[in-house]
């Protein structure tokens, strides 16, 4: 049968779409203002859906925003949300909850993850990273630490390439960003004390499982007295265990408060070792209980068995880097 429809118009919708999909935004907006067969491009929501993701980075929105009108608003640059938050996801982890906690706890002693020395003022909003950092020290690492919350203010902020901070979700923001930012907000800052301790023990116990599963032995490794592991493995396999109190090495210090060269460390990464006096954990692992527990005295790594008294140490702590080689 004839029909006067061109090649174009006689495709389908969703082979429409697809070939719509390798076009940039103000193709598809030209297509769609060719004839009322394309007009219908730039109102599908998936569609839409998928360009505001590629083309701008924004993967959030209002819930009473759809995606066929944040598109239009990007496009016509009616508004700027930030695409750093598009990394961030609504529901914050629990382990970053638990380090928010721990600094709110130990205000006066949180000190920079990176410096060491200046106070902690923002937690990365990364969910793969809890690190505590300053302002200097974010200025000057803007790139890794794109979205950071305040410890302070309990705002979400980013630092610019000029150096300047600017607030996330402000009364300059559009809705899309201000809804974002309240979400991550509430999420972080929430005090669900019913099911804030089990969500906790879990997400402990799945960071010693990554810690089981990790294979970089590059990383600096820290001892852990061996009385408060087991502490922490009771609450974090034992359903109704307390929660430990601050990490305490005390045992594994002379009196003159420097490494005991005495103590023994286990020697395979996988077999129990109970006549040890400590557990060897990745700086990794050590800086989130560290920020998480707080440590009472001293914190003891490898860096503090560099003199020869301390050669019998070494080759433990040698021999447990090596022992993932020993198993398939």
């Known amino acids: 049968m004839y029909s006067n429809k061109t090649p174009m118009e006689r495709l389908t919708p969703e082979i429409l779409i697809n070939l719509a999909m390798h076009l940039d935004v103000p193709s598809v907006f030209q297509l769609s203002l060719a004839n009322k067969h394309f007009s219908k491009l730039f109102s599908d929501e998936l569609l839409c859906r998928q360009l505001v993701e590629r083309d701008y980075g924004i993967n959030y929105k209002h819930p009473d925003e759809t995606y066929a009108g944040l598109l239009h608003l990007l496009y016509t640059g009616a508004i700027r949300p930030s695409r750093y938050l598009s990394a961030v996801p609504d529901e914050v982890t629990d382990a970053k909850r638990a380090v928010y906690r721990a600094s709110l706890a130990h205000k006066e002693t949180a000190n920079c993850d990176l410096c060491k020395t200046n106070p902690a003022e923002y937690l990365n909003m990364d969910p793969a990273d809890n690190t505590l950092v300053c302002s200097s020290c974010a200025q000057e690492n803007k790139q890794r630490y794109a979205v950071l919350f305040s410890l302070s203010s309990e705002g979400l902020y980013t630092f610019m390439e000029d150096g ?81 109190g601050r990490i305490t090495n005390q045992k594994l210090a002379r009196s003159n408060g420097t490494l005991d060269p005495n103590i023994r460390l286990p020697m395979d990464k996988y077999r129990p070792a109970p006549e040890t006096h400590a557990d060897i954990v990745s700086e990794k692992l050590w800086s989130y209980l560290e920020k998480a527990y707080g440590v009472q005295g001293r914190a003891y790594s490898e860096d503090d068995m560099q003199t020869p008294e301390y050669v019998r140490l070494r080759v433990y702590m040698d021999d447990y880097k090596k022992s993932i080689h020993s198993y398939p």
């Open 164 to 244: 300047s901070k600017h607030k996330l979700g402000d009364d300059s923001a559009d809705r899309n960003e201000v809804h974002k930012v309240k979400g991550i907000t509430e999420s972080l800052t929430s005090n669900d004390t019913i099911n804030d301790l089990d969500r906790r023990r879990r997400a402990e116990h799945q960071l010693y499982i990554q810690e089981l599963r990790r294979e970089d032995m590059s990383l600096k490794h820290y001892l852990i007295e061996k009385t408060w592991g087991r502490s922490w493995m009771l609450f974090r396999t034992r359903e109704g265990s307390p929660l430990p």
